[in-house]
Each structure stands twice: as C-alpha cells, then as structure tokens.
C-alpha cells in the first residue's frame, strides 16, 4: 500500500494577550480562539492570516471548517467580528452559557433581555438586516453581540 503524504500546518498567531491558533490538515482548516488585548492585534493577525488564504483576489471567502472557542473572555474572542465578516464557518464549538450568564450578557451587551432567555438567538438587527456572521450555523447572544 502506498503512503499518502497530507500536508499540515499549525500556527500560534502572535497577538499578546490571548490565543489565535490556526491550523489545516490537508483541505480541513480550524481555528482555536480567536482574539486578543489590545483589540487591534487580534484584528491585524485575522487579516493578515485571511490575506495568506485568499488566492489572486477570488471573491469566494475562504471556508473554516472549525471554530472552537475555550471561552468567551474577550482576549480570546475579540477577533471574531472579523473572522466571521471574511469567512465562511461550517462548525463552530461555543462553551455552555447557563440562564443566568445569558442574563448578564443580555445586561451587557444587549436590548432584549427578553431574548436571551427564550431564544433562538438571532444574528439580524431590529430593521431585519443580515449582521455580519449571520452566515455562523449557531444562534448564542455572545456570538451575536460580536457580530454587532
């Protein structure tokens, strides 16, 4: 039998505080964390990584096969806006958030604590308007706040 090479590829993004790991296994790309203190870092390393996934300017975003988010702390999502503006994300892994930690998030960052209760959550303003990442197959307040 012969042997198939398949190539791979990791990387630790440098961005401070906070974690940006990307990596591919043959066709498969994923993403761990995706975010950093300051804000701008995490932003200037989603770009430049998306900048090195586009060939000669295709207008098809590039496909994440994977997003994983260890948790929501903003030096570990504080990229996201970006990356889901530029990419298409066919799974994304979100931590739990119990009742009481969507009331807070609510609190925080939106106007419809009523919402974050019931759910689903929706990734559209109030005026109907797609937000960026609303392609995201999840509905969670944190993703939408993010998105905003």
Same mark, same amino acid.
């Given at each position: ?51 090195? #996934? ?6 098809? &975003? @590039?496909?994440? /096969? $994977?997003? !994983? ?53 929706? #990734? ?6 797609? &937000? @960026?990442?609303? /392609? $995201?197959? !999840? ?10």
């Amino acid at each position: 039998m012969p042997n198939k090479e398949i190539d791979c590829e990791f990387q630790f993004h440098n961005v401070g505080q906070g974690l940006f790991y990307t990596g591919s296994i043959g066709d498969f790309r994923f993403i761990y964390d995706c975010g950093s203190l300051p804000m701008a870092w995490a932003h200037k390393a989603v770009s430049n990584y998306l900048d090195a #996934l586009t060939v000669d300017n295709e207008k098809v &975003k @590039p496909v994440i /096969n $994977l997003l !994983v988010l260890s948790h929501l702390d903003l030096d570990h999502v504080s990229g996201i806006d970006n990356l889901l503006c530029n990419t298409e994300i066919k799974i994304a892994l979100i931590p739990y958030t119990s009742p009481l930690e969507r009331l807070l998030l609510a609190v925080r960052h939106s106007s419809n604590l009523f919402g974050a209760f019931t759910g689903p959550y929706s #990734l559209r303003r109030e005026d109907g308007e797609k &937000k @960026p990442g609303a /392609n $995201l197959p !999840v509905k969670h307040p944190v993703l939408e706040c993010l998105a905003m």
